[in-house]
């Protein structure tokens, strides 16, 4: 478990708050990281839907300018009826500045993300200039401007739908329905007002070329294939939603719309295999209201895409007030469970400390109780069953120490009567005057009460002799071991002892027995220094001798081999 050591390490070195912070940080870092990246995925495709919405909302102004251009321009070709149309040709004008002032209004504030802004002031301008030129431009200089505002409204159309996201719809229905109004219808619009202006030119001329005849096949050829594919696809969206209304509010209009179509393609067609004339005014009145179901699927169809993708923001909103829900419930549940938790621990910690300071100042009266069942539980019986433990043994000590009080206060007693008979049987000053031809001082301050340190000055015939010495050790036993070293060298130079090697000896055996009747391990060193009209000698062992000169020379003499 050698992995385990420096976090154990660590841990062991922090307080509980710092621990449980730690982990809280530890744990809710990753959980936010999660909960971050997902809330971000989810808001991600609710932008995602709401861009393709912003297209949706750029694209209906747009199909009503595409409707609306190519009828201006169908009455404007017709030269002789200009009068008749005068009305329908204001009209047709108001409407379509009214779109471009709709598509500037929204362009204002999504332009920026559909990148659109440039290109439609250009359809701006080309629309300016040919309301300038009208009165004094050919027809075929009008129908060059005309051409062009068809392609800056392709162009438009093309951007918004790869700008807004929608021709990356990630569902199949509302992808199909994004390919029926960004593509197949406006496709389809765009052919049947082809077919219908040249079925204008042939009304005008009486009859049909060869080269009209030709572009009204292609044209015909064109529309069948697109027709097919706009009931493929949005029959594998009515397959492919959860959505019945979608199934319900589009069969009827596109059912009107594509069967309009084929009946179209089939009478004009059957005119182009045949070589009979075209029926051009019939052809001009069938594309009129195939334009008008074209028109009216494009608005149903962008309303249920609409409906789609407000539905999938709702879903993806509802998702992720769920999350966030459901992980805030958790949080505030795990919360306050770890707070439950750290409070349980925090509790028994702090009734642990308070009952070891009880236990410290002797107050201690119960134990510990906690109602947890966890191993925090088991450490307290721990501790309950040493404080106990503790508890009696600290009142043993208690009564021991009251017997040692006692005992400490009979041998101090006993010390002092010592102590005082050592300064009792130390010389006196008036004795040290005594003592003829030297000048002698003496102190003696013990470490303890009692000390070993001895100290004598005797004077008998004439003769002067000191006594220095030094049991090991302080206390009682070395206080008495000196009164008997004492007590025996005056009674040996009271009884005319003056060999000092029969003296030392006497004295050794005198203390080596005693010291073995009291079971003592004490010793001493004693040096004699014997003073006789001028002459000094010294025997025994002690510390080294010093000698100052009168000259002020210092002399050492060492007693270890005395």
């Given at each position: 478990?050698?992995?385990?050591?420096?976090?154990?390490?660590?841990?062991?070195?922090?307080?509980?708050?710092?621990?449980?912070?730690?982990?809280?940080?530890?744990?809710?870092?990753?959980?936010?990281?999660?909960?971050?990246?997902?809330?971000?995925?989810?808001?991600?495709?609710?932008?995602?839907?709401?861009?393709?919405?912003?297209?949706?909302?750029?694209?209906?102004?747009?199909?009503?300018?595409?409707?609306?251009?190519?009828?201006?321009?169908?009455?404007?070709?017709?030269?002789?009826?200009?009068?008749?149309?005068?009305?329908?040709?204001?009209?047709?004008?108001?409407?379509?500045?009214?779109?471009?002032?709709?598509?500037?209004?929204?362009?204002?504030?999504?332009?920026?993300?559909?990148?659109?802004?440039?290109?439609?002031?250009?359809?701006?301008?080309?629309?300016?200039?040919?309301?300038?030129?009208?009165?004094?431009?050919?027809?075929?200089?009008?129908?060059?401007?005309?051409?062009?505002?068809?392609?800056?409204?392709?162009?438009?159309?093309?951007?918004?739908?790869?700008?807004?996201?929608?021709?990356?719809?990630?569902?199949?229905?509302?992808?199909?329905?994004?390919?029926?109004?960004?593509?197949?219808l406006p496709k389809m619009q765009r052919t049947l007002e082809n077919a219908q202006s040249i079925s204008q030119e042939v009304s005008i001329q009486g009859s049909a070329t060869a080269l009209q005849r030709f572009?009204?096949?292609?044209?015909?050829?064109?529309?069948?294939?697109?027709?097919?594919?706009?009931?493929?696809?949005?029959?594998?969206?009515?397959?492919?939603?959860?959505?019945?209304?979608?199934?319900?509010?589009?069969?009827?209009?596109?059912?009107?719309?594509?069967?309009?179509?084929?009946?179209?393609?089939?009478?004009?067609?059957?005119s182009l295999a045949d070589n009979t004339p075209v029926p051009a005014e019939a052809s001009i009145s069938a594309i009129d209201q195939n334009l008008a179901a074209n028109s009216k699927l494009w608005t149903q169809?962008?309303d249920e895409l609409d409906r789609l993708l407000q539905i999938r923001i709702d879903g993806f909103m509802q998702r992720l007030i769920f999350v966030l829900t459901f992980a805030s419930v958790l949080l505030a549940?795990?919360?306050?469970?770890?707070?439950?938790?750290?409070?349980?621990?925090?509790?028994?910690?702090?009734?642990?400390?308070?009952?070891?300071?009880?236990?410290?100042?002797?107050?201690?009266?119960?134990?510990?109780?906690?109602?947890?069942?966890?191993?925090?539980?088991?450490?307290?019986?721990?501790?309950?069953?040493?404080?106990?433990?503790?508890?009696?043994?600290?009142?043993?000590?208690?009564?021991?120490?009251?017997?040692?009080?006692?005992?400490?206060?009979?041998?101090?007693?006993?010390?002092?009567?010592?102590?005082?008979?050592?300064?009792?049987?130390?010389?006196?000053?008036?004795?040290?005057?005594?003592?003829?031809?030297?000048?002698?001082?003496?102190?003696?301050?013990?470490?303890?009460?009692?000390?070993?340190?001895?100290?004598?000055?005797?004077?008998?015939?004439?003769?002067?002799?000191?006594?220095?010495?030094?049991?090991?050790?302080?206390?009682?036993?070395?206080?008495?071991?000196?009164?008997?070293?004492?007590?025996?060298?005056?009674?040996?130079?009271?009884?005319?002892?003056?060999?000092?090697?029969?003296?030392?000896?006497?004295?050794?055996?005198?203390?080596?027995?005693?010291?073995?009747?009291?079971?003592?391990?004490?010793?001493?060193?004693?040096?004699?220094?014997?003073?006789?009209?001028?002459?000094?000698?010294?025997?025994?062992?002690?510390?080294?001798?010093?000698?100052?000169?009168?000259?002020?020379?210092?002399?050492?003499?060492?007693?270890?081999?005395?």
């Amino acid at each position: 478990m050698k992995l385990l050591d420096p976090v154990t390490f660590m841990m062991n070195r922090l307080k509980y708050p710092q621990k449980f912070a730690l982990i809280s940080f530890i744990f809710l870092l990753p959980l936010g990281l999660v909960m971050y990246f997902l809330s971000s995925e989810i808001q991600g495709r609710v932008d995602f839907a709401k861009k393709e919405r912003l297209g949706n909302q750029y694209l209906r102004p747009l199909h009503h300018l595409s409707t609306k251009i190519p009828r201006l321009r169908l009455l404007q070709q017709d030269t002789f009826n200009q009068t008749s149309y005068a009305n329908e040709t204001s009209q047709l004008q108001a409407q379509i500045e009214s779109g471009l002032q709709d598509l500037e209004s929204i362009d204002r504030s999504g332009g920026a993300q559909l990148h659109t802004t440039e290109k439609l002031q250009a359809l701006k301008q080309t629309w300016k200039q040919l309301q300038q030129g009208q009165k004094n431009w050919s027809p075929e200089s009008k129908t060059v401007f005309y051409e062009m505002m068809f392609s800056q409204i392709e162009q438009i159309r093309t951007e918004v739908g790869d700008r807004s996201n929608l021709i990356l719809d990630p569902d199949l229905d509302s992808y199909y329905l994004m390919d029926a109004i960004l593509l197949t219808l406006p496709k389809m619009q765009r052919t049947l007002e082809n077919a219908q202006s040249i079925s204008q030119e042939v009304s005008i001329q009486g009859s049909a070329t060869a080269l009209q005849r030709f572009q009204l096949t292609t044209l015909l050829g064109s529309l069948k294939t697109t027709n097919e594919e706009l009931k493929r696809n949005l029959k594998a969206a009515f397959n492919s939603t959860s959505l019945s209304s979608l199934r319900l509010n589009l069969t009827e209009p596109l059912k009107i719309y594509t069967e309009g179509i084929d009946q179209y393609i089939k009478f004009t067609g059957r005119s182009l295999a045949d070589n009979t004339p075209v029926p051009a005014e019939a052809s001009i009145s069938a594309i009129d209201q195939n334009l008008a179901a074209n028109s009216k699927l494009w608005t149903q169809t962008i309303d249920e895409l609409d409906r789609l993708l407000q539905i999938r923001i709702d879903g993806f909103m509802q998702r992720l007030i769920f999350v966030l829900t459901f992980a805030s419930v958790l949080l505030a549940i795990a919360s306050y469970l770890f707070a439950a938790f750290y409070r349980g621990t925090m509790e028994t910690v702090s009734a642990l400390s308070a009952a070891s300071r009880s236990m410290v100042d002797g107050t201690m009266t119960g134990k510990v109780k906690l109602n947890s069942r966890d191993e925090l539980a088991e450490v307290v019986d721990s501790f309950n069953n040493v404080a106990a433990a503790l508890v009696e043994a600290n009142q043993e000590i208690t009564v021991l120490n009251d017997r040692l009080q006692s005992e400490n206060q009979r041998m101090s007693a006993e010390l002092e009567v010592t102590r005082r008979l050592q300064q009792m049987i130390l010389p006196k000053e008036e004795e040290l005057l005594l003592v003829a031809g030297l000048d002698i001082a003496g102190f003696m301050q013990p470490a303890a009460e009692v000390g070993g340190d001895y100290y004598d000055v005797l004077q008998h015939e004439g003769r002067v002799k000191i006594g220095i010495g030094d049991v090991t050790g302080h206390g009682l036993e070395s206080g008495v071991v000196m009164i008997m070293a004492q007590t025996a060298v005056r009674a040996l130079l009271s009884n005319g002892e003056t060999d000092s090697v029969k003296l030392m000896n006497t004295v050794n055996q005198l203390l080596y027995d005693n010291t073995r009747r009291m079971s003592s391990h004490k010793s001493m060193t004693l040096v004699l220094l014997d003073y006789e009209a001028g002459l000094l000698r010294l025997s025994g062992q002690h510390e080294e001798v010093i000698i100052v000169r009168s000259d002020g020379k210092v002399e050492l003499i060492d007693t270890f081999d005395l």
